[in-house]
């Protein structure tokens, strides 16, 4: 069955640098695939969709791809704030038909220090 | 908009115990899901439903039961908590199973 692997240890920033987050997936290339934000004690917010024909998307700061090939999407926050601090998700369905549930990778945590 | 909204937000049960996570939004979302959440685990999907009349199982279904007798509301029903049930509870809507999904605040529930 499909399964999602992100890294669970913590990521560390310096203000203003890029932060690169890594979803990996391990069978088939999804249709799509989904990151969502999440602060403690909330609800994921969702940032981004991207498709399987789409190899990126962006949106403000934010930048996400996607490699079939490599199994692999990468999320990138450009110029990050200690407000970008936060879990960030990855889901996909974990099928290709359309009736597939969607299901959530563990996240990483990201800390951007001034 | 209130958007999804999720009672009660903290619950304490005793083993045996049954009780009902309420969800429901405002959007006239057709997909619904709950997830639960629980410490290196990351969400995992309980039960979801693509209409008002259809529910179907998720990873992590037993003990858990769910109906959707309106657009609106998701009712999630613990029928016999039992310890490894504490987590965090999301109820999630989005307008078809492939669009973004929208989160409530969760429901943390602690069985002892």
């Known amino acids: 069955s499909q399964k999602i692997e992100q890294n669970s240890e913590a990521l560390n920033i310096q203000e203003g640098k890029t932060a690169t987050l890594t979803c990996n997936y391990t069978?088939?290339?999804?249709?799509?695939l989904q990151w969502y934000r999440q602060d403690p004690g909330r609800g994921p917010v969702f940032l981004l969709l991207i498709r399987e024909n789409e190899k990126e998307k962006r949106k403000e700061r934010l930048k996400v791809t996607f490699d079939t090939t490599l199994k692999q999407s990468l999320f990138h926050i450009t110029a990050s704030q200690p407000a970008d601090s936060a879990t960030y998700l990855c889901a996909l369905p974990s099928g290709y038909s359309s009736a597939s549930k969607i299901i959530f990778g563990s996240g990483t945590r990201l800390s951007i220090r001034p | 908009n209130a958007g999804v909204t999720q009672t009660p937000k903290f619950q304490v049960l005793k083993t045996g115990q049954s009780m009902t996570l309420q969800c429901a939004q405002d959007?006239?979302?057709?997909?619904m899901s709950w997830y639960r959440q629980d410490p290196g685990m990351g969400l995992r999907l309980i039960h979801y439903s693509v209409g008002a009349g259809i529910t179907d199982q998720g990873e992590v279904p037993n003990g858990y039961n769910v109906s959707r007798s309106t657009t609106e509301d998701f009712p999630l029903r613990l029928l016999s908590a039992a310890p490894s049930q504490t987590s965090v509870y999301f109820c999630?809507?989005?307008?078809?199973?492939?669009?973004?999904?929208?989160f409530g605040p969760g429901t943390r529930l602690t069985v002892t």
């Open positions: 999630a809507s989005s307008y078809s199973r492939s669009n973004e999904q929208y």
């Open positions: 959007m006239n979302h057709e997909y």
């Open positions: 069978n088939y290339s999804p249709a799509y």
